[in-house]
Structure formats: structure tokens, C-alpha cells
């Protein structure tokens, strides 16, 4: 499997006047928490009933966790919290600081791990991961060998080939 992308123009110019381009991610679908509690329970002793409802309860627990102010780290997952989003509107006077100016939303973090030499990975979700480019992807189902790949952590690579995630 590889996650697919295409390429997105920017909206925002460069100090040059220039539109860069830029990949984005295409969604192929969405799996829900029927499908994801079959899949646990194929790894598990859990029927996919047990799972879901475990599921469900997590949720909840989660949920009453954040609305306590508190956040929450799943450990290999990563930490969820609530946040406030400004809407660019501020308050000339601490005094007068009120939610009403913001979007409340839950950010997460995911798990990260510690290299040997002491610096941090935070993309564990993403590792080792291929990314093809969309129009590319039935040739690269095809060919295996691996040619042609490149890291792609924080380099640029060719935009044509297939590379793994690290």
C-alpha cells in the first residue's frame, strides 16, 4: 500500500511573486470504527463486538478526560488536547478575555520515539511508509524492485518515483 498524492498550487506568492506547488494527500477513502474493531479483533482473542465497544468507551473516557482541562497520551499513539483557535480578533484588555473569540478543537500528537543519539522521531505513524504520486499509481504497483526510491524526511526527492516514509 501507498499513500497517494498530487500536487497543489499555493495560493500564497513568494517573496518573488511565484505560486510553488506543493503535494497533498488524496484520500481514497474512510474506515470506520466497525471496520477498524474487525481488523483489532483479527489480531486479538476480542470478537469485534468486544473491540467496538471498547472502542465506544474510549471515546467516552477520552472525551470526559479533555473536558476536565486535562490531556490525554495514549502511549504508541500519541496525546490528544484541547486547544483554542483564534479568529484573528484579540482583546485590547486582559480583563476582557472570553472564549467567545476562539474555536475550541482537539490537536494531537503523535507518539514519538527516542533515537540513539538522542534526537527525537515524531513521525512514527508515517514510517516507512511509500508515498506515488496519483498519475503514477498503476505503474508503481507494478514495478517492486524499489529503483528509485528516496527518503523523503524533509528532502527534496523526485516527485515521480515512489519513496519510502522515515
Not at 494527500?25 to 486479538?44: C, F, L, M, P
Not at 499509481?137 to 524492485?145: F, M, Q
Request: aromatic share 6%; net charge negative.
Amino acid at each position: 500500500m501507498a499513500v497517494i498524492y498530487k500536487s497543489i498550487q499555493s495560493k500564497m506568492k513568494t517573496e518573488s511573486g511565484k505560486q510553488l506547488y506543493h503535494p497533498r494527500v488524496v484520500y481514497t477513502g474512510n474506515v470506520k470504527t466497525d471496520q477498524i474493531a474487525r481488523e483489532v479483533a483479527a489480531y486479538s482473542s476480542l470478537s469485534s463486538g468486544d473491540v467496538k465497544n471498547t472502542i465506544d468507551n474510549l471515546v467516552t473516557v477520552v472525551t470526559q478526560h479533555l473536558q476536565a482541562s486535562e490531556s490525554v497520551t495514549l502511549e504508541g499513539l500519541g496525546t490528544f488536547r484541547l486547544a483554542f483557535r483564534s479568529r484573528g480578533e484579540g482583546f485590547e484588555n486582559e480583563a476582557d478575555v472570553n472564549s467567545s473569540r476562539a474555536t475550541l478543537g482537539v490537536r494531537f500528537t503523535p507518539a514519538s520515539t527516542r533515537n540513539q543519539d538522542s534526537t527525537v522521531a515524531t513521525r512514527s505513524f508515517v514510517t516507512g511508509t511509500k508515498c506515488v504520486r496519483f498519475d503514477m499509481v498503476e505503474s508503481s504497483t507494478d514495478s517492486t524492485s524499489g529503483s528509485g526510491t528516496t527518503d523523503t524526511g524533509g528532502n527534496s526527492g523526485s516527485t515521480d518515483e515512489e519513496y519510502p516514509m522515515e
